[in-house]
């Protein structure tokens, strides 16, 4: 199917929503055995997205030069947070261990540094309208969307990680596999960056074979990645996979 990109989605003023903020060292990766707590990337996106960094009609230069300057010193300075991303490792029974390809999140030709840490939501009908088709009837189209959330990082030396050209792995024994792999999680050690946050959307418009109109969004969070750990039902890190040095 074809797919219309469009511009981007506008920025809406949302409610400032709280979300956990880790209190490791700035830079220090949590080590295995560590017991992490995750941010989810729904609410991380609405507390970036929800400050405004354009300049208000009734606002003075100074007065906008200062509150942009106080909002980049809040999310740049804050201590990193760990991200739940969607993860879907495969076990290899002959060599004991689960593998997740980087494939399955991260990796396009046209956006190297990315990953989306969810998968999309269920299409949900947002709508109807008519219209008429080619032979002049009118036909009634449903409308659905769908949003899924992903992170761009930088590229200073902390940002490149090698998960995008070997994939994770974790040896785990046959008897314990079982048991683990539906409460795995993989977790995103995150800082902010410039510009923080964007979004995009695509369109594929209804047919005569298909009367629906699909929106597929995907907002992003600008950061840099400090590293990846995969923890296991208790939010117990199992391994920690660090960027190149």
Sequence with gaps: ???????????????????????????????PGTKVEFSQPAEVYEVVSSYTL????????????????????KLIESPPTMLQGFYKPEYDADKQRFVAK?????????????CYVTDYDAFNRTGTYQAQNYYGETVTI???????????WGKSKKSRLFFRKKP??????I???????????????????????????????ANNADRSEVYSGSKWIMVDLLCVVVTDGNDNVMKT?????
């Design 1 to 31: 199917m074809k797919y219309e990109t469009l511009l981007p989605i506008i920025v809406l003023e949302l409610v400032l929503m709280p979300f956990s903020i880790n209190s490791w060292a700035e830079t220090d990766c949590p080590t």
């Design 54 to 73: 354009e300049k208000d009609e009734f606002e003075t230069m100074a007065q906008f030069e200062k509150r942009r300057n106080g909002i980049y010193s």
């Design 142 to 152: 449903d409308v659905y969307s769908s949003v899924k959330y992903g992170i761009q």
């Design 102 to 114: 980087y494939k399955y999140t991260c990796g396009w030709p046209s956006i190297k540094r990315a």
């Design 241 to 245: 996979f660090e960027p190149f040095r």
């Design 175 to 205: 008897e314990q596999a079982r048991t683990l792999k539906d409460s795995l999680k993989i977790g995103y050690f995150i800082k902010f960056r410039e510009p923080f946050y964007s979004s995009d959307i695509s369109r594929k418009p």
């Design 168 to 173: 994770l792995v974790i040896d785990i024994p």
